[in-house]
């Protein structure tokens, strides 16, 4: 397994791992006007305008997680069902910080739907704290949905 940086040729990849992990970690727990919104093609969308920011694990050649940053935020975090539990988040989240490091952070945060569990136990194990219960703004294509979310906070090395 690699990481590297995203090339538009993952894309089509990337957006069904997010489709997919996106229903995986908040159909059940997030208002249905939002999922209505969660498209497999908004996500194709969003990774294209985010692509410099885009980090992708890779196994044979294949995309199989992904990380995407805005600033400070840790803006996107997914890795495909079948690489769960396998220690490819742990990979793809030691360079995320180092990467949100070298940009210059030093104290990055993220926001974590209110009971995405798995995700949430994950970050934790990682050394991320929660720090408060934050109102936040999800992208969509219809503008700013506001959602009440964890907000997780690590200091970076
Ligand atoms: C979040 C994600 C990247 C974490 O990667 P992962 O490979 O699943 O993480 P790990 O298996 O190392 O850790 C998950 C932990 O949660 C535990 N867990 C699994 N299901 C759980 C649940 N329903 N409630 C609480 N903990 C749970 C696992 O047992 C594991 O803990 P352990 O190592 O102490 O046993 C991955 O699950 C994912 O892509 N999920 C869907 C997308 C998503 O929700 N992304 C985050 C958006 S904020």
Redesign the pocket.
């Known amino acids: 397994m690699i990481i590297r940086a995203a090339l538009e040729s993952d894309v089509e990849r990337l957006a069904q791992i997010w489709f997919d ?1 996106w229903r ?2 908040h159909l059940a727990i997030v208002p249905a006007a939002l999922a209505r919104l969660r498209t497999l093609e908004s996500f194709r969308e969003r990774l294209h305008k985010a692509l410099p920011d885009v980090r992708v694990a890779v196994e044979a050649e294949a995309p199989i997680g992904f990380a995407i940053f805005k600033g400070d935020e840790l803006y996107q ?3 495909a069902a079948g690489a ?3 220690g ?3 990979a793809l989240m030691d360079d995320a910080e180092q990467q949100l490091s070298a940009r210059g952070v030093t104290t990055a945060w993220l926001a ?2 209110i009971g ?4 949430a ?2 970050y934790e ?1 990682r050394g991320w704290q929660r720090t408060a219960t934050v109102t936040y703004q999800a992208e969509t294509s219809e503008g700013p949905f506001p959602i009440n979310n964890w907000r997780y906070e690590k200091a970076l090395r």
């Open positions: 992990g995986d970690g975090f997914y890795v769960r539990g396998t490819v988040a742990a974590c739907a995405n569990d798995r995700a136990r994950f194990k």
